[in-house]
Each structure stands twice: as C-alpha cells, then as structure tokens.
C-alpha cells in the first residue's frame, strides 16, 4: 500500500536560517508531489509542487528536491520567518489520481 | 477568484445522528475530493468526484458517502455518527486530477460528535 512518511514530526529553527523539511514516500510511480502548508483552524495550502520528470523546483523563498532513486522529497525554506511556523505536509499522487498525504512537521520559527 | 468554501465551518452532533457536509469548489474546477483530519491519522483520503460521478473512493466504511452536483458543489454525508468520526473535513478542488493539477483546499468543517 500506499504510505508516505515525514522523517521528524517537530522542528524548531531560528528567525532567519533556513529550514529543511522531509519526507519519504514509498510508490515509484507515484509522478507527483504537493508541498502544503497548515497554519491552526485554516485548511491546507498549496506551496509548491514538482512532477517526477524534475529533481528540483524554486518558488519564493522555497525549494523543492525529489530524490526518485531514494524515494526522498524535501522543502527547503529560506530565511524563515515566524510566519513559516505551521505544519507542512507533502502529498504524493499515484496513477490512480489519488493523493497521499504525510502525517506531517510542524516547524516552530524562534524569534 | 474566490477560494474553496465549506459550510458548516463547525458542527456538534450526538452519536448516532446523521450529517451533510457541504463544498463549493473554485470556480471551474470540476474535482471535488473530500478528507478527514484527524491528530494521529492524518489526511485521509475519503472519495473524489468528477463531473457528478464518484471516481475514487478511500478506504472509509459506507457510512461516509457524498455526491456532487451539476454545478460542481459537493456534499458529504455521515449517517450513524460515532465518537472516533470526530474531525476536521476538508474539501478540495482542481481543475482535473486526472492531469495532475494541483488541488486547493478549503478551510474545513470541525465536526465534534458527543
């Protein structure tokens, strides 16, 4: 079956480095990835995505990683804020159009 | 463009009462995909709906169940709700998950079950 793991369930960075959150997803044909973000009593959302044909992709601030020869994704935030602090989830979608969803990290920013 | 919405934003029910959970989708988005939040299980997937037909359904028992209508809004509905359904719903919508697009989530409805 289907499962997608996040390697740390916390992490707490200071204001102003960068942050590195990942996640391990187990279906190699899975082709592709959602990172999304969900801040207390809000739904999640979209920050980044990658499809399988790319090994990185930039956006403000964040990058994304697929490592397919390990099965390995990760969120970089550069320079976090306090208002990165939330929970961060990465989804993977199978060829059978469904979504998969890491139990997530939620990422404390220390002013 | 207006977001995905979802009323009720929060609900509290007995055990045993039924529920309808509703969602309106970006517009022009035609996927609707239904998940329950819950603090040790995560996001999970419950069912998606395309074009008013059910194209994939979670492993969730046949209390849960949905439908969506010709205008793309969707429901949900709980029939027999027991104290472990008690969680956040979200919704969420894309153009066609069939091509990969990206889905979008509305803010969810808290459903406490007493």
Known sequence: GESVGLHLPTLSVQEGDNSIINCAYSNSASDYFIWYKQESGKGPQFIIDIRS????RQG????????????????????TQPGDSAVYFCAE???GN???FGTGTSLTVIP | KAGVTQTPRYLIKTRGQQVTLSCSPISG??????????PGQGLQFLFEYFSETQRNKGNFPGRFSGRQFSNSRSEMN???LELGDSALYLCASSLDLTFGETQYFGPGTRLLVL
């Open chain 1, 93 to 95: 979608e199978n060829t």
């Open chain 1, 98 to 100: 469904q979504f998969y």
């Open chain 2, 29 to 38: 988005h035609r996927s609707v995909s239904w998940y329950q939040q819950t």
């Open chain 2, 78 to 80: 709980v029939s027999t």
């Open chain 1, 53 to 56: 044909n790319m090994d990185k």
């Open chain 1, 60 to 79: 403000q601030r964040v990058t994304v990683l697929l490592n397919k020869t390990v099965k390995h994704l990760s969120l970089q935030i550069a320079a």
